[in-house]
């Protein structure tokens, strides 16, 4: 599972570096929030399979920010930028506008650096 779901959010984040590319806003910010979804996931996951079972959003953001930011040190910025990725995906994704470019290349930056600090093997932290 674990595997699947950085795989997962591998791909998000390429692909939304992609829809950026393309002048897609909101697709890229939907790409980018998704890439930080599963990955994550993926890192609840190896604390324990209870943790990582949770698929609603506000329930993985907030397992993210007790088990990975206060309890095991990480950044808080990851946990901020992945909750801010969170809202600016729910505008992108249902309301009528179209999100702010420079919106959109700070969300798929924020991701890029969320799945690189989550993607590295256990020896490299």
């Known amino acids: 599972m674990i595997d699947i779901l950085l795989g997962k959010g591998l791909t998000a984040a ?9 002048g ?8 980018a929030y998704y890439a930080m979804f599963h ?9 324990g ?12 953001i907030g397992r993210f920010g007790r088990y990975m930011v206060k309890e095991r040190g990480l950044d808080p910025e990851l946990g901020r930028s992945f909750s801010l990725a ?10 009528p506008v179209v999100v702010d470019a420079s919106d ?5 930056s924020s991701a ?14």
């Open 39 to 47: 990955v994550a996931r993926a890192a609840l996951a190896q604390i």
């Open 112 to 125: 890029e650096i969320f799945v690189q600090a989550l993607s590295k093997p256990a020896s490299e932290e």
């Open 86 to 95: 969170f809202d600016l995906r729910t505008i992108a994704d249902y309301e």
């Open 24 to 31: 897609d806003a909101n697709g890229a910010v939907n790409r």
């Open 104 to 108: 959109a290349r700070q969300i798929v």
């Open 14 to 22: 390429h692909s939304a570096q992609l829809l950026l590319d393309a």
């Open 49 to 60: 399979p209870e943790v990582g079972q949770a698929k609603r959003h506000v329930t993985v």
